[in-house]
């Protein structure tokens, strides 16, 4: 244990970590769900003490280790080096940062709150993420993609998809979209971020976002239907959320809500995704291999590691290969590209999560399953090429912690969003 805690140490020292870190075996099976908001909350990006809360109870459900929110503030974020050459693999070579920028009229906002950020227990839940009173509320309904009518995921079963569309969305205006992975199978996000939406755009602070849930398509990591959807490292989920899913809730928004009827913008600076674990590494697949579809991201715990099923010759690490070849080394995927600036990915990790620790333990049985690791080591990979990256270490957090959602989101939301401007 004390040989694991000093190399772990070190390699925080080496990527400009200011965190501890608590060694364990990997979570690969059920962790815990449970604990809710605690009371209270400082405003978004005002970081500082607070109180309140206590633990969450224990839970069973596979994806989470849901925390009780229980006071305290986070710390500022510093910004981080570029550098780079080449192109991402997989995605097109004609994309452009600047240029796409242009043709859209959003301009880079700048590095403020870019960089690694330690937040420090105990956490406090953002007032944001509750609903409150005397702001204008938007509409929610929901439908079902039914199993077999997928072009792209036919084995799929039933999928719920739940759809949040601001009060102040205007039909037939073109409506920028945040798509969030796993919808309502894991980690209450779709309370949180309406909630977020409803008072951060009630505020002016955001456009009006419409946000989509989508149920993933059935089970759990390799060779289920929701590891082939998140963990593959290509642009099949992109096109299906794009080509498929996007067009289906416009179509159930003209049938449900015709007063509010939406219509997508194509404009990639307005759409963005968000998810947790293997829904979180989705949504940086999104916008790594379609970054003319998807540029804005927000994963909780992404699984940055090894799940990707069938094994593919060209990454057999799957999204591990992201940030390196093989153990420690300098390679990976984002390190032999060159950066593509429209994407902004804020990032977080707990020290805590699934497998910290293990990475850096001789003949551990899973050296490719440290989440605190991976994602650390993947936000540091993207900073030293120029991304715009934001990456969070929670002190004590487990994995997709429900403390560290509820404290941090809507400054998530705010600045993964930052700088964008809608097409004339």
């Keep these: 244990m004390l040989k694991t805690t000093l190399v772990v140490a070190l390699l925080a020292g080496a990527i400009g970590l200011a965190c501890t870190t608590s060694s364990h075996s990997p979570a690969i099976g059920p962790s815990g769900s449970g604990g809710g908001p605690g009371a209270g909350g400082s405003p978004v990006m005002s970081p500082g003490p607070g109180g309140g809360g206590g633990p969450g109870s224990a839970g069973t459900t596979t994806e989470g280790n849901d925390a009780a929110v229980d006071g305290g503030g986070v710390g500022g974020a510093g910004s981080l080096g570029t550098g780079g050459s080449n192109q991402p693999d997989g995605a097109p070579a004609d994309v452009g940062g600047s240029e796409s920028r242009a043709e859209t009229g959003t301009t880079d906002p700048g590095s403020d709150g870019d960089g690694m950020r330690t937040v420090p227990q105990p956490f406090k839940a953002a007032p944001e993420t509750k609903s409150q009173a005397g702001v204008p509320h938007g509409s929610r309904l929901k439908f079902t993609m039914l199993h077999g009518t997928s072009a792209r995921y036919p084995n799929a079963v039933d999928r719920e998809i739940n759809v949040y569309v601001p009060s102040q969305y205007v039909k037939g205006t073109p409506a920028p979209v945040i798509v969030v992975q796993d919808g309502n199978n894991f980690y209450g996000f779709v309370d949180l971020l309406s909630n977020t939406l409803d008072n951060l755009i009630g505020a002016n602070k955001l456009p009006p976002i419409v946000a989509v849930y989508a149920n993933n398509g059935g089970g759990d990591a390799q060779g289920s239907e929701r590891g082939k959807e998140y963990d593959t490292l290509s642009g099949v989920y992109a096109e299906w959320v794009d080509q498929e899913l996007l067009p289906a809730v416009e179509q159930q928004t003209l049938k449900q809500l015709p007063a509010k009827a939406v219509t997508f913008t194509k404009d990639p600076e307005g759409r963005g995704s968000l998810g947790g674990s293997s829904g979180g590494v989705a949504s940086f697949i999104m916008a790594w291999y379609h970054p003319d579809l998807f540029r804005r991201v927000i994963g909780y715990s992404p699984s940055f590691v090894a799940q990707e099923f069938p094994i593919n010759p060209a990454?057999?690490?799957?999204?591990?290969?992201?940030?390196?070849?093989?153990?420690?080394?300098?390679?990976?995927?984002?390190?032999?590209?060159?950066?593509?600036?429209?994407?902004?990915?804020?990032?977080?990790?707990?020290?805590?999560?699934?497998?910290?620790?293990?990475?850096?333990?001789?003949?551990?049985?899973?050296?490719?399953?440290?989440?605190?690791?991976?994602?650390?080591?993947?936000?540091?990979?993207?900073?030293?090429?120029?991304?715009?990256?934001?990456?969070?270490?929670?002190?004590g957090a487990g994995h997709v912690d429900g403390g560290m959602v509820a404290a941090t989101l809507p400054e998530a939301v705010l600045w993964a969003w930052r700088g964008y401007q809608p097409a004339p």
């Design 315 to 395: 990454h057999p690490l799957g999204a591990w290969n992201f940030h390196e070849d093989g153990n420690m080394d300098d390679g990976g995927i984002i390190a032999k590209t060159s950066p593509n600036e429209p994407v902004r990915a804020w990032l977080e990790c707990g020290t805590n999560d699934d497998g910290a620790g293990t990475a850096l333990v001789p003949d551990t049985p899973y050296p490719h399953y440290d989440f605190y690791y991976a994602v650390t080591r993947t936000g540091g990979k993207l900073a030293g090429k120029g991304y715009h990256v934001h990456y969070d270490v929670g002190q």
